[in-house]
């Protein structure tokens, strides 16, 4: 569909310049946009970009000279990252309206409610209770009892175990599971692994008569509030007695585990191929980088950054930014580091005294 470049703007809150009846089709990078592509030049750095296109307009940077770079019409974006959010969303493509697949298997017993799609060999179990206007795509899995708000959208292949609960515009990326059991096991006595917690490693290796590890079961089930995002293939794991919670607007990257009984607060990131084991507590807004992890049973407070494969292993105060393995404030981290990379050179001086 079509969108002049006044409307563009319109929806963006931006400020538009030039011939702004001018329509477009799509969005596009600079070096590749066509006569009816809009062209996102947010930063000067694409400015040499627009001339191997061949753009006829443009979201540029505040204050960018766009008449001399050839263009007919400019969108001037105060805030890059903020204008692509309203853009894509305006462009995007609506979820298809399926309906009903004559293959989903819907228990008698399911509440489904208005305006639902449900996609084919979807299986819906007894009890089960779909909000208002859902998405839910082909081969997904809603057992017994769950809770649906309105409005969420279920891509394929979306496991949601026993005790679920999502609230409203809730949206699950393909292959996510809510619900599995958590990893939770007990040996019949005091394993080797426990001592070597307690003594660090110093203690002498016991073998136990009965090496068996039995299954804590998981009857918690996970809560999800309101506008929560989950990526593709993450896992949420059941709580053992309560449920796992995950807070309002957080937003859950791809292959994203997080650990029985967990807590995440409201409005926080946890980006792709971080961990959080079991019962750890996490505050509001903080931010966890890719491949980063937060060891079991800690608390970590409000507005807390942990840099990119950090590994936090004990409590972090709020507000504080943390970086490496163990993690540690990012200067006293950056710190560190400067001075083991100045030791090959101070070894050699002291060779040569």
């Not at 963006?12 to 809009?38: C, Q, Y």
């Not at 292959?175 to 958590?182: E, H, K, L, R, T």
């Not at 089930?221 to 309101?226: C, M, Q, R, S, W």
């Not at 957080?250 to 990131?269: E, R, S």
Request: include cysteine; aromatic fraction near 4%.
């Amino acid at each position: 569909m079509a969108h002049s470049i006044a409307e563009i703007a319109a929806a963006l809150g931006a400020k538009a310049f030039g011939a702004t009846d001018l329509m477009v089709d799509k969005a596009s990078e600079p070096a590749a946009a066509g006569p009816a592509d809009l062209a996102l030049a947010m930063t000067p750095a694409y400015a040499p970009a627009l001339a191997a296109g061949q753009a006829r307009c443009a979201v540029v940077w505040p204050d960018a000279d766009w008449q001399s770079m050839g263009l007919e019409a400019a969108i001037f974006a105060p805030r890059a990252r903020l204008a692509m959010s309203r853009l894509t969303q305006m462009l995007d493509q609506p979820l298809p309206a399926i309906g009903i697949a004559p293959t989903a298997q819907i228990d008698p017993s399911a509440q489904i409610g208005e305006g639902v799609h449900i996609g084919h060999f979807t299986v819906i179990g007894a009890g089960a209770v779909i909000g208002d206007g859902c998405w839910i795509g082909d081969q997904v899995t809603i057992h017994a009892g769950v809770l649906v708000g309105k409005a969420t959208v279920l891509h394929p292949g979306v496991r949601l175990q026993r005790a679920v609960t999502l609230g409203d515009n809730v949206i699950l990326q393909p292959n996510v599971v809510i619900g599995g059991d958590g990893f939770s096991f007990v040996s019949a006595a005091p394993s080797h692994v426990e001592a070597a917690r307690e003594t660090l490693g110093e203690g002498p290796t016991v073998i136990p008569d009965d090496p068996t590890w039995y299954r804590i079961h998981s009857l918690g089930g996970v809560t999800l509030a309101d506008n929560v995002e989950i990526g593709a293939s993450s896992t949420v794991d059941a709580g053992t007695i309560r449920a796992t919670q995950i807070g309002e607007g957080t937003k859950i990257d791809n292959q994203v585990q997080v650990g029985h009984n967990v807590i995440i607060g409201a409005h926080c990131l946890l980006c792709a191929q971080s961990g959080v084991a079991g019962s750890t507590m996490i505050g509001d807004r903080v931010v966890i980088g890719g491949m980063a992890g937060v060891a079991d049973n800690l608390k970590i407070g409000d507005d807390v950054v942990l840099g990119g494969a950090s590994v936090v292993l004990s409590n972090v105060p709020a507000g504080r930014v943390m970086m490496g393995y163990p993690a540690t404030k990012m200067k006293s981290h950056v710190d560190s580091y400067k001075a083991l990379r100045r030791l090959p050179r101070l070894l050699r001086n002291l060779g040569k005294s």
